[in-house]
């Protein structure tokens, strides 16, 4: 029968900490328990990761007052007689995998939440791994990944141009790429969060922001859809947004008719009063009178003639946002078709002196 000494060294050997990089590049694809109280999760959590609480957000205030207003021993003897009832509980709610026992653990500080359930889940069978400095010290990790150095290539194009189809292409291709629309839920126009479900927090754009530009090869050019700073509720970082703003843009000019084309097949199943709803919220740049028109060909179920009143507006805000750039780093490509794969093609043949000539930017 194994002592008691001998089942502490075990879990011992079986927790093992990590500094936010080596855990980020460890924990992929892997399953990643906060524990953290559900209000702490909420405002911010890292990408894939799962809610395991050990305290409510009531127990946890509980906790804190006892620790200011009576000492560290009382606190610490209340969260015990809390947590020793759910230890089972959290034990089936981690899900330990025989065939792969490997579990990330993280808690606000890395302190003794993440190391309590880190020593539980040893005990049990896991091979845990705990956040040194916990969520607190990925987060410093996250803001300091959006200032490294990239070779931004901005995919830029009118509304309606397939740029998010032929960036997938691009990736399809070898192409390294951020999807900034899929990390945000948000297609960043007003229409851009009729296909999303919940809204994200600001924080839990940032990380899976700083999670996807850590599995990047900085040496090599990195393809980012053209988009406004503010995607839906969140917004793109300072620092990542200033890369963006210097990165040379390769511009995709389509026809009118395809552009069409590609909103319909993007937009034309959405329920016509949210569509309807969308436009009310562009009136002031829209116009009284366009509005109008446009709701009412929506209602009638003529969605060509609404986007041949909104095309023009898009194509205003974007040709302006486009002069911002310098035209020496503006590369134009013609495209006569839908297919994305076709495109992303024509798009790598022209740019690839571009591609060829770009070095990593330095660090200011």
Not at 109 to 134: K, P
Request: glycine letters at 8%; hydrophobic letters at 40%.
């Amino acid at each position: 029968m194994m002592s008691s000494s001998d089942a502490g060294e075990r879990s011992e050997t079986r927790v093992h900490r990590l500094e936010a990089e080596a855990f980020i590049r460890a924990a992929r694809g892997k399953r990643i328990l906060d524990v953290r109280t559900p209000g702490e999760f909420a405002k911010g959590h890292l990408p894939g990761a799962s809610n395991l609480p050990l305290f409510s957000d009531a127990e946890r205030a509980e906790i804190g007052t006892l620790y200011k207003q009576v000492g560290r021993e009382q606190a610490i003897l209340r969260g015990l007689e809390i947590v020793g009832p759910k230890m089972e509980q959290l034990v089936r709610a981690a899900h330990i995998d025989v065939a792969d026992p490997a579990v990330y653990v993280h808690c606000w500080r890395g302190g003794m939440r993440s190391e309590s359930l880190a020593w539980l889940l040893g005990l049990s069978g896991a091979r845990a791994h705990v956040l040194i400095g916990g969520y607190k010290a990925f987060r410093n990790f996250a803001l300091k990944k959006f200032a490294q150095p990239l070779r931004l290539i901005i995919l830029g194009g009118r509304t309606g141009s397939g740029k998010t189809g032929i960036l997938h292409a691009l990736q399809r291709l070898g192409e390294q790429i951020i999807d900034l629309e899929e990390l945000a839920l948000h297609k960043g126009s007003v229409f851009g969060g009729l296909h999303s479900g919940q809204p994200i927090t600001q924080q839990t754009f940032e990380n899976a922001l700083a999670v996807a530009l850590e599995e990047l090869d900085p040496s090599r050019p990195v393809w980012v859809e053209d988009e406004s700073q503010r995607i839906g509720r969140v917004r793109i970082p300072d620092d990542f947004w200033r890369q963006m703003a210097h990165a040379p843009a390769v511009v995709v000019e389509m026809p009118v008719v395809l552009r069409k084309q590609i909103i319909l097949a993007d937009y034309g199943d959405i329920d016509r009063d949210q569509l309807s709803e969308a436009v009310q919220r562009i009136e002031k740049h829209l116009g009284g009178l366009r509005t109008r028109q446009v709701i009412e060909a929506i209602a009638c179920g003529n969605l060509d003639k609404a986007c041949d009143l909104l095309i023009p507006y898009y194509d205003k805000r974007y040709d302006y946002a486009l002069q911002r750039r310098h035209e020496e780093d503006i590369l134009s490509v013609r495209c006569e078709t839908c297919v994305a794969e076709d495109n992303a093609a024509k798009i790598l043949q022209a740019a690839e002196a571009l591609l060829n000539g770009m070095t990593t930017p330095p660090l200011s």
